[in-house]
């Protein structure tokens, strides 16, 4: 059950990052469309993050639960001490899915 009335958080960051780029953007030139384009991908990065955040942060979790961690600091914890020297493999899978959930949501163009 959703506890706020309509819109959304999503909605309301995707309807101002749209009206940016059709109205602020397009009206403008130099230094205020440079931070209006900067206001975009920031506002486009929040909806990527609401729209798949809760999913990557509980595949997070459970990459890290295989581990044996309990979060990230265990995790370097025990990479920086040799503990999981002999799961370098699950390690760099974890280290790369981890990379490629933050690329998606801050740019996955560079996926």
Same mark, same amino acid.
């Given at each position: 059950?959703?506890? !706020?009335?309509?819109?959304?958080?999503?909605?309301?960051?995707?309807?101002?990052?749209?009206?940016?780029? $059709?109205?602020?953007?397009?009206?403008?030139?130099?230094? %205020?469309?440079? !931070?209006?384009?900067?206001?975009? +991908?920031? %506002?486009?990065?929040?909806?990527?993050?609401? *729209?798949?955040?809760? *999913?990557?942060?509980?595949? !997070?979790?459970?990459? %890290?639960?295989?581990?044996?961690?309990?979060?990230?600091?265990?995790?370097?914890?025990?990479? $920086?001490?040799?503990?999981?020297?002999?799961?370098?493999?699950? /390690?760099?899978? %974890? /280290?790369?899915?981890?990379?490629?959930?933050?690329?998606? /949501?801050? +740019?996955?163009?560079?996926?």
């Amino acid at each position: 059950m959703i506890p !706020h009335d309509m819109p959304t958080a999503e909605e309301l960051v995707e309807s101002v990052r749209e009206w940016l780029e $059709r109205d602020v953007m397009t009206q403008t030139s130099g230094r %205020l469309q440079f !931070h209006a384009r900067v206001a975009v +991908n920031v %506002l486009a990065m929040v909806e990527r993050e609401l *729209q798949v955040g809760a *999913q990557q942060a509980a595949a !997070h979790a459970d990459r %890290l639960a295989d581990l044996g961690c309990a979060d990230d600091a265990e995790l370097a914890a025990r990479i $920086r001490s040799g503990e999981l020297d002999d799961r370098a493999d699950e /390690v760099r899978a %974890l /280290v790369w899915a981890s990379v490629r959930d933050k690329l998606a /949501v801050a +740019n996955p163009k560079y996926l």
